[in-house]
């Protein structure tokens, strides 16, 4: 995600400028193939916060792409959260709409789905 509020509640230590930085430096000591990954159906996110997020990595121009929805381990904190009724997630609804719409994206932006998760340009 690109959201700086959604990462730290998932509990990320990096924000959104972290990824821009990463990127940044990777491209200036040389690195040309660099791939990202974007999780959808995090808790508390909308449909509209996911195709924000989406539209930042698209506009990083970068060959590969990989998205997934969360899938809840056992004997993980998310799992035990939503069994104990503390954890919003998305609807399936919701979450088949963030994926189609990932799909969509990447297609408009000249990506190629080449298995479930992943996109790339073309060669």
């Known amino acids: 995600s ?5 990462l730290k509640k998932i509990g990320r230590v990096h924000r959104s400028a972290d990824v821009y930085r ?3 430096n990777a491209r200036q000591v040389g690195f040309e193939n660099i791939s990202i990954d974007l ?8 449909e509209a916060d996911f195709m924000d997020s989406l539209k930042q990595a698209i506009d990083l121009d970068l060959p590969h792409y990989s998205t997934y929805s969360l899938i809840l381990e056992k004997k993980t904190i998310f799992y035990n959260l939503m069994h104990q009724g503390k954890l919003r997630l998305p609807s399936q609804d919701v979450e088949a709409h963030m994926y ?10 000249g990506l190629e789905q080449y298995e479930i998760s992943n996109f790339a340009k073309p060669g």
């Open 2 to 6: 690109f959201n700086d509020d959604i």
């Open 100 to 109: 189609q719409n990932a799909i969509d994206s990447f297609q408009q932006a």
């Open 22 to 24: 990463a990127i940044a």
């Open 39 to 46: 999780i959808f159906r995090l808790p508390q996110q909308s």
